[in-house]
C-alpha cells in the first residue's frame, strides 16, 4: 500500500498556499510511517526547470502520485504543468533541507496526466565537490576562459529567464485587465459603439497597469482576478461617475 503524505505549497509569495495529499509510488508503506525520510511537510517553490536538462549528478528519490481537492490547487498546476509548451517542464522546490520536483506525467494509457513529486538528491554533487575541493589546484589560463566563459553564460541565461518571466506575468495581467475593462463598460451601458468607448478603455487600462506597475517588475504569480477587477471597478466609478 502506498504512504498518504500530506504537503502544503507555498508558491512563492509567502501569501498563497496550496494542500496536496501524496502517495508514495516506489515504496511499500508497511512499517515506513507518515513521515517520509525523505519529503518533509511544507514546501516552497522556488523555480521552474526543464527536466530534459536536469543534471546528471541529480538522482531521483522517492515519487510520489499527488493529489488535492482544492481546486485552486487544481487550477495552478493546470496552468503551470499541463499544457502543451510546459509538457517538460518541472516546478523545483524547497523542502525541509532537500529539494524536491513536480511535473506532469502521462498515464500508461496514453490518457489523463497526473502530477507526480520526486525527491532530488543532491549527495553526489556534494561529493564531486568534496572530491574537487581535496585534489591539487592545477588550473590552466585555457581552463580560467572556460570557466568565465560558462560563468557568462549561466548568468545570461538567468537573466533571459527571469525576463521572460515577467513578460509572461505582464502579458497575462494585460489580458484579464482588458476583459474586467470590457466587461465593467458593458456593465455601465457603455457599449463598442459608444463614442467615448475607446478613450474609456485605453485610460482605463493604462491606469490600472500603471497602478501595478511594481507588481510587474519582478517574475511571481499573476495577481488573482479578483484584485485585477476591484481595480478596475475602482478606476471606472471615477471616470463614470458623470
Same mark, same amino acid.
Not at 79 to 91: A, D, E, T
Not at 94 to 115: E, N, P, R
Not at 142 to 168: F, G, K, P, W
Not at 231 to 241: C, G, H, I, M, P
Given at each position: 500500500m502506498p504512504v498518504e503524505h500530506g504537503l502544503k505549497l507555498?508558491?512563492?509569495d509567502g501569501k498563497v498556499f496550496l494542500e496536496l495529499y501524496?502517495?508514495?509510488?516506489?515504496?511499500?508503506?508497511?512499517?515506513?510511517?507518515m513521515q517520509?525520510?525523505?519529503?518533509?511537510?511544507n514546501a516552497r517553490v522556488m523555480s521552474y526547470i526543464d527536466r530534459r536538462k536536469l543534471p546528471l549528478w541529480v538522482r531521483r528519490e522517492e515519487c510520489y502520485a499527488c493529489g488535492s481537492e482544492s481546486t485552486t490547487t487544481a487550477a495552478y498546476f493546470r496552468s503551470k504543468l499541463m499544457k502543451q509548451r510546459h509538457v517538460y517542464r518541472g516546478i523545483v522546490a524547497t523542502q525541509g533541507s532537500g529539494f524536491c520536483m513536480f511535473f506532469a506525467?502521462? %498515464?500508461?494509457?496514453?490518457? *489523463?496526466?497526473?502530477?507526480?513529486?520526486?525527491?532530488?538528491?543532491f549527495t553526489l554533487k556534494q561529493q564531486l565537490d568534496r572530491g574537487l575541493w581535496q585534489a591539487p589546484k592545477r588550473t590552466t589560463p585555457l581552463e580560467l576562459l572556460v570557466a568565465r566563459r560558462r560563468d557568462s553564460l549561466l548568468r545570461n541565461r538567468s537573466r533571459v529567464s527571469t525576463h521572460a518571466q515577467?513578460?509572461?506575468?505582464?502579458?497575462?495581467?494585460?489580458? %484579464?485587465?482588458?476583459?474586467? *475593462?470590457?466587461?465593467?463598460?458593458?456593465?455601465r451601458g457603455i457599449p463598442e459603439t459608444h463614442p467615448e468607448f475607446q478613450a474609456l478603455f485605453k485610460t482605463t487600462?493604462?491606469?490600472?497597469?500603471?497602478?501595478?506597475?511594481?507588481?510587474?517588475?519582478?517574475?511571481?504569480?499573476p495577481l488573482g482576478f479578483e484584485t485585477v477587477q476591484e481595480s478596475v471597478e475602482t478606476v471606472l466609478k471615477l471616470f463614470t461617475s458623470s
Amino acid at each position: 500500500m502506498p504512504v498518504e503524505h500530506g504537503l502544503k505549497l507555498d508558491v512563492g509569495d509567502g501569501k498563497v498556499f496550496l494542500e496536496l495529499y501524496l502517495e508514495r509510488l516506489d515504496a511499500d508503506a508497511e512499517g515506513a510511517g507518515m513521515q517520509s525520510k525523505g519529503l518533509a511537510r511544507n514546501a516552497r517553490v522556488m523555480s521552474y526547470i526543464d527536466r530534459r536538462k536536469l543534471p546528471l549528478w541529480v538522482r531521483r528519490e522517492e515519487c510520489y502520485a499527488c493529489g488535492s481537492e482544492s481546486t485552486t490547487t487544481a487550477a495552478y498546476f493546470r496552468s503551470k504543468l499541463m499544457k502543451q509548451r510546459h509538457v517538460y517542464r518541472g516546478i523545483v522546490a524547497t523542502q525541509g533541507s532537500g529539494f524536491c520536483m513536480f511535473f506532469a506525467q502521462q %498515464t500508461q494509457d496514453g490518457g *489523463v496526466y497526473q502530477i507526480r513529486c520526486v525527491v532530488l538528491d543532491f549527495t553526489l554533487k556534494q561529493q564531486l565537490d568534496r572530491g574537487l575541493w581535496q585534489a591539487p589546484k592545477r588550473t590552466t589560463p585555457l581552463e580560467l576562459l572556460v570557466a568565465r566563459r560558462r560563468d557568462s553564460l549561466l548568468r545570461n541565461r538567468s537573466r533571459v529567464s527571469t525576463h521572460a518571466q515577467i513578460a509572461d506575468f505582464r502579458r497575462q495581467f494585460s489580458k %484579464t485587465c482588458a476583459s474586467c *475593462v470590457l466587461s465593467g463598460l458593458r456593465l455601465r451601458g457603455i457599449p463598442e459603439t459608444h463614442p467615448e468607448f475607446q478613450a474609456l478603455f485605453k485610460t482605463t487600462l493604462a491606469t490600472v497597469e500603471f497602478a501595478h506597475r511594481h507588481d510587474m517588475s519582478a517574475p511571481r504569480e499573476p495577481l488573482g482576478f479578483e484584485t485585477v477587477q476591484e481595480s478596475v471597478e475602482t478606476v471606472l466609478k471615477l471616470f463614470t461617475s458623470s
